[in-house]
Every structure is written in structure tokens, then in C-alpha cells.
């Protein structure tokens, strides 16, 4: 009897520290302009629509967000992924007109040093930086960020150079 109110306390104790942990990155990362950012919807984009039609799976689904075209890469089918390139360097570019240039960043704690940096967006030619993984991230997230952050540092040096 004294073991099973210990788990139970055990396991209501979890359940508190869990749900305070989940209110507090409700908080702070929902919020943060590079999460808001990394899942805005451009509804402009529609690179490749008639294709995606042609795909049950992608019928409901507004593929319209870094999040989402970034996950369009982890399919092997090449006409998706020049679908998804193309929509992430549309969003990127669509970003850069706005004023707000995207660098996409990933690495142990790089959340926590994007939020740094993005405290002050006057610095380094006002780039958002987005955090999107840390340490080891599957090759479809690398690929995508590579596109969306060589995207925009192609639209700055040209600016530059004007």
C-alpha cells in the first residue's frame, strides 16, 4: 500500500513539473519573433500547387510556413523537393522585401543565442535568426536551412552592391 501512494505521488509530482514546464515555453518561445516567423503562413506562396494536388496527403495541409516546406524536403520524390526549394526561397525572399531577412540556425543552445540576437534588430543588417534544431539534425532540416540562408545572404551582398 505504501508503494503505490508512493508512485502515485510520484507520478503527480512528474505531472506538475511537466505541465509548469510546458506554460513557461508557451510562454516565452511562442512567442519570440523567430517562432513566429519559422511558422508565419505566406499565403502567396503556392510554387508548385497543381503538383501537390495530385497528392492525397497534401490536400488539407497549407504548405505555406518555413516549418512545413522545410519538412516538404524529407521526401525522395525530386518534384517535391524543387517544389519545397522553390517555396523556401520564396518565403526567404518574400522575408527580405518585408525588411526582414531570415538566417536559419541550429546547434547546442542556439535558441537561447538566437533569442539573443534577435533582441536587437538594428545590428547585422537586421537579420531574424530561427532557431530550428539542435546539434544533430536530419539532412532534410540542413538542406532547407541551406537554401533559405543562402537565399538571403544573396539578397544582402546584392543590396550591398547597389
Known sequence: ???KLILILSLYFSAQIQSQNLVEDEGTIGNSISSQLYAKCFENINQGAEILEKYPAFKNTKLC???YCMMLLVYEDKEIQQ???DRLIGIATQLYHEGIPVILTMGMDIYLEAEKRNQNLE???HIVYISYGECTNPRFLTQA?????????TLINQNKKQ
Open 1 to 3: 500500500m505504501f508503494q
Open 65 to 67: 510556413s518555413l516549418m
Open 83 to 85: 517544389i519545397a526549394e
Open 123 to 125: 545590428d547585422d543588417d
Open 145 to 153: 536551412a541551406e537554401i533559405v540562408n543562402k537565399q538571403t545572404m
